[in-house]
């Protein structure tokens, strides 16, 4: 049962026009990551987004293209750049912890799909 309501949930996404794919052929076409790159930026996302906040953060910031994809995958705006800048200007956190603060991943506890991860409990409705 749960495998056919995901398959739903991606077909509907697929119908919104909404892909990873998307995301990862413009990351692609329009930055110098890698495919592997490229790939976990994009993975999950719904559209664009995480790649135009990857942007943001390596113009206003000195994050590695592996912190910004850190900091950017899945999310919904440019918040978690705008996050980072201003963590890093009023504490004295080092990068990596301001990621931590700041990234929809971490923030969020989003799964590789950009949904919230957790398990239910045997027998629990799915939500």
Do not use: H, W
Not at 11 to 39: I, K, V
Not at 51 to 80: M, N, V, W
Request: glycine share 8%; net charge neutral.
């Amino acid at each position: 049962m749960r495998a056919f309501i995901i398959g739903v949930v991606v077909s509907l996404a697929r119908l919104a026009g909404a892909q990873p794919a998307d995301c990862f052929n413009a990351a692609r076409s329009g930055t110098l990551l890698m495919e592997q790159d490229a790939m976990r930026l994009c993975q999950g996302s719904r559209s664009q987004t995480p790649l135009a906040c990857y942007e943001k953060a390596k113009d206003a910031t000195l994050l590695t293209d592996d912190q910004a994809i850190s900091l950017c995958r899945c999310a919904a705006s440019g918040e978690p750049v705008a996050c980072y800048q201003r963590a890093r200007s009023e504490s004295l956190i080092d990068e990596n912890t301001g990621i931590q603060l700041c990234s929809p991943t971490y923030l969020y506890s989003l799964g590789a799909d950009c949904r919230r991860g957790y398990i239910l409990p045997y027998g629990a409705p799915l939500p």
